[in-house]
């Protein structure tokens, strides 16, 4: 089952040495909220470097239905109009979100303090995530909304036409709960106070204060206190997205697994809050250095040195850095699949409720490939075989995850037997030039249906 069209079967087969650089595209979530935000101020937003990825797209669309100007002026510039705060029109149509859990739940809690009404869709993986996480705090605001049973999409929210400020304890580990509280505070009076117990990725903080809202972020016994003053004018920006360290997981973890390989991977943002797949890969004693350190746009960055490890050993990832790398576990789990011993994830509930049941997609793979996986509601654990002995020659349900194709994509590159999965189609939500960008490095992915 393809979300876009046309399922498209792959298979990676082994090969040599993974080597040269690894331009990947640009970071997703700040893509998402530089089309988001600058369609909340009045006049003309820049960004270069975006995700041209679908779900990226689906977003702009969207901006779009609700009064803004996107233009894509090539080579990855864009420009946003934007209508300014609670200024979105009502769109005529449905809006689409395609496969994007981080469009529809950040652009739901951007339109709900506005006086309009909206009904969201998306594709078969989007339709069954829970939404309930959304619009139970936005309902606080004054937003009501109707969906399928289980607070699943198709849905239909009405925004608050006098919306109050909110004071919400976010009760899930989760960037895009977080984001679309304080996108709707934006258009309430006074302070809008969101409370995370757990830090997930802090880029709608950082950029609302770059688009000039007035926030600020405490630590206290409660958590990160992020309080926002509400209706303030926000100011077009010139951002420049930086590359995705979710996108660098999959040629660094390929290069670390692939005998005789050494990849560079430049300018990836290594936000703390984004960057726990490095240090558990470090951890695991993969040969993974950071170059060239420095700052841009007041984010860290670095050039990502990933060499061929020999000597992984498998470790407790500890649950404290889920949060950081919650969308590598499925790439992470490939890795301990060449690893000697246990690798052990606890504390990742909500990889049940990604873009697939990522626990069980990943599970299903790995043990089809010769790797046995234990599991529970919220942990899982890999046995790793070490270099040269996973068997591979498996096909797998990628389940519209790009994560899960991507992952098993990778893994073939270093398995006894090649290893395909019957949709690579959803890798184009995040990462389309990601085939182009293997075989350049050396990689063998081919579709099986042409
Ligand atoms: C995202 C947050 C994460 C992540 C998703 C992108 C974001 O989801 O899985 O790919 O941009 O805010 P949760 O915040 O729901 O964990």
């Known amino acids: 089952m393809s979300g876009h069209g046309t399922p498209i079967p792959m298979m990676s087969r082994p090969c040599g040495p993974l080597s040269g650089e690894a331009h ?257 890969l470090q951890d695991m004693g993969a040969d993974l250095v950071y170059e060239n350190m420095r700052e841009e746009g007041g984010e860290p960055v670095a050039d990502l040195r990933a060499k061929f490890s020999p000597d992984l050993k498998g470790i407790a990832v500890p649950p404290a850095r889920a949060a950081s790398m919650i969308d590598e576990y499925p790439v992470l789990s490939v890795v301990a699949a060449f690893a000697l011993g246990v690798t052990d994830m606890q504390g990742v509930k909500e990889l049940r409720v990604k873009e697939s049941d990522r626990i069980d997609a990943m599970a299903k793979g790995l043990r089809a490939a010769g790797v046995s996986v234990d599991e529970g509601p919220d942990w899982w654990k890999v046995t790793g075989l070490g270099h040269g002995n996973v068997p591979g020659g498996a096909t797998v349900a990628s389940q519209l995850d790009h994560r899960i194709a991507m992952a098993f994509m990778v893994m073939g590159m270093a398995t006894q037997k090649p290893m395909s999965v019957d949709d690579g189609s959803p890798i184009a939500t995040s990462f389309p030039i990601f085939e182009d960008l293997m075989a350049g490095l050396g990689a063998q992915i081919v579709r099986t249906n042409s």
């Open 24 to 280: 990947v595209p640009g970071d997703k979530s700040i893509s998402h909220r530089s089309l988001i935000l600058g369609a909340m101020c009045v006049g003309q937003t820049r960004i270069t470097g975006l995700l041209e990825g679908e779900d990226v797209l689906d977003t702009g669309r969207a901006m779009e239905a609700f009064g803004a100007t996107v233009t894509n002026h090539g080579d990855g510039e864009w420009t946003v109009t934007g209508v300014g705060v609670g200024g979105f029109a009502e769109p005529e149509q449905v809006i689409d979100c395609g496969n994007s859990g981080t469009g529809v739940r950040l652009i739901m809690g951007a339109m709900a303090t506005c006086p309009i009404t909206v009904t969201f869709t998306g594709d078969a993986s989007l339709n069954g995530r829970p939404m309930g996480r959304v619009t139970d705090p936005l309902a606080l605001f004054g937003t009501q909304a109707v969906g399928r049973q289980g607070g699943r999409l198709p849905m239909t929210l009405v925004g608050a036409v006098d919306p109050v400020p909110v004071r919400y304890v976010v009760p899930v580990p989760s960037a895009q709960v977080k984001s679309a509280v304080l996108l709707a505070g934006l258009n309430a009076p006074g302070q809008t106070v969101v409370i995370e117990k757990e830090a997930t990725r802090d880029h709608t903080e950082r950029m609302l204060q770059g688009f000039g809202a007035t926030l600020t972020v405490e630590q206290t016994d409660e958590g990160r206190v992020i309080t926002l003053d509400g209706q303030p004018e926000l100011t077009p920006q010139t951002i420049v997205v930086p590359r995705d360290p979710s996108s660098a997981a999959f040629p660094v973890c390929a290069a670390i697994i692939t005998p005789g390989s050494d990849v560079l991977v430049p300018n990836i943002g290594l936000n703390p809050t984004r960057a726990g797949l490095f240090t558990t």
